[in-house]
């Protein structure tokens, strides 16, 4: 259903109605923001080979034209603009092709793969109910700045708290600071063991592949196989798919 409102997007079939409706939801969207992008890529790489099959045919008709009685020279001709045209549509393809792979190891995967986390309500320790629940709702309504300047207001050692830290890592992720994720996910590569470290793990596995560095999603995602995490499933499906 997105893929054919993209479509009509892309090739101006819709109403101003229907444009405008699906403006509104870009938007609001940041996975069909992303989805939008792919399709106008491919779109073009589509379209510079259609332009190289179309000059690679006007060269061989005007080469006939102008040459065609010089069927030794003719021949010479055509295959030097045949194997560059031919070297230019490989290449060409192999750009689309490079394309689509690419998609389907990063920004496709991790939009496949990525959930935003529910912190639940519980309450732990020296995290108070009502720093919690002002920050829950703050993040359920998607104000993930105000969520990080209320985290960032709470006391050290419940900031440092697993459940927040892993709170403020994807908070961190809605806002597109991976890099700074990253950082706060590190917490949970100690060997104390916690409620939300399985979560940490799989989320900072999440922001590698977002960053294309699939080299360390790939040997996270391998530790946490190895640990029986309780993202394990996702995580062998994934690595199939890096492959």
Same mark, same amino acid.
């Given at each position: 259903?997105?893929?054919?409102?993209?479509?009509?997007?892309?090739?101006?079939?819709?109403?101003?109605?229907?444009?405008?409706?699906?403006?509104?939801?870009?938007?609001?969207?940041?996975?069909?923001?992303?989805?939008?992008?792919?399709?106008?890529?491919?779109?073009?790489?589509?379209?510079?080979?259609?332009?190289?099959?179309?000059?690679?045919?006007?060269?061989?008709?005007?080469?006939?034209?102008?040459?065609?009685?010089?069927?030794?020279?003719?021949?010479?001709?055509?295959?030097?603009?045949?194997?560059?045209?031919?070297?230019?549509?490989?290449?060409?393809?192999?750009?689309?092709?490079?394309?689509?792979?690419?998609?389907?190891?990063?920004?496709?995967?991790?939009?496949?793969?990525?959930?935003?986390?529910?912190?639940?309500?519980?309450?732990?320790?020296?995290?108070?109910?009502?720093?919690?629940?002002?920050?829950?709702?703050?993040?359920?309504?998607?104000?993930?700045?105000?969520?990080?300047?209320?985290?960032?207001?709470?006391?050290?050692?419940?900031?440092?708290?697993?459940?927040?830290? +892993?709170? &403020?890592?994807? =908070?961190?992720?809605?806002? %597109?600071?991976?890099?700074?994720?990253? !950082?706060?996910? *590190?917490?949970?590569?100690?060997?104390?063991?916690?409620?939300?470290?399985?979560?940490?793990?799989?989320?900072?596995?999440?922001?590698? +592949?977002? &960053?294309?560095? =699939?080299?360390?999603?790939? %040997?996270?995602?391998?530790?946490?196989? !190895?640990?029986? *995490?309780?993202?394990?499933?996702?995580?062998?499906?994934?690595?199939?798919?890096?492959?």
């Amino acid at each position: 259903m997105q893929t054919q409102k993209i479509l009509n997007y892309l090739y101006g079939e819709m109403n101003p109605q229907e444009k405008n409706s699906f403006e509104q939801e870009l938007e609001q969207d940041r996975h069909l923001r992303n989805e939008l992008k792919l399709h106008e890529e491919i779109d073009k790489a589509l379209n510079k080979e259609i332009k190289v099959q179309q000059f690679r045919m006007k060269l061989e008709e005007i080469h006939q034209q102008e040459f065609g009685a010089k069927k030794e020279k003719v021949l010479n001709i055509q295959n030097k603009w045949y194997w560059a045209a031919a070297s230019i549509t490989v290449f060409s393809g192999t750009a689309v092709y490079t394309l689509m792979k690419s998609a389907n190891s990063t920004d496709r995967l991790f939009n496949r793969y990525y959930e935003v986390w529910q912190p639940g309500l519980t309450t732990r320790g020296v995290e108070t109910e009502s720093e919690l629940m002002n920050i829950y709702q703050l993040f359920e309504s998607k104000k993930y700045e105000e969520t990080i300047w209320a985290i960032n207001q709470m006391d050290k050692s419940t900031q440092h708290s697993p459940k927040i830290m +892993l709170l &403020k890592g994807c =908070t961190l992720m809605e806002l %597109n600071e991976f890099d700074h994720a990253i !950082e706060v996910f *590190n917490h949970f590569d100690s060997d104390s063991y916690t409620l939300y470290t399985d979560a940490g793990k799989w989320y900072k596995a999440l922001c590698y +592949l977002k &960053k294309e560095d =699939t080299n360390k999603a790939t %040997n996270l995602l391998e530790k946490i196989v !190895e640990e029986d *995490n309780t993202y394990s499933k996702e995580a062998i499906e994934l690595l199939k798919k890096l492959k």
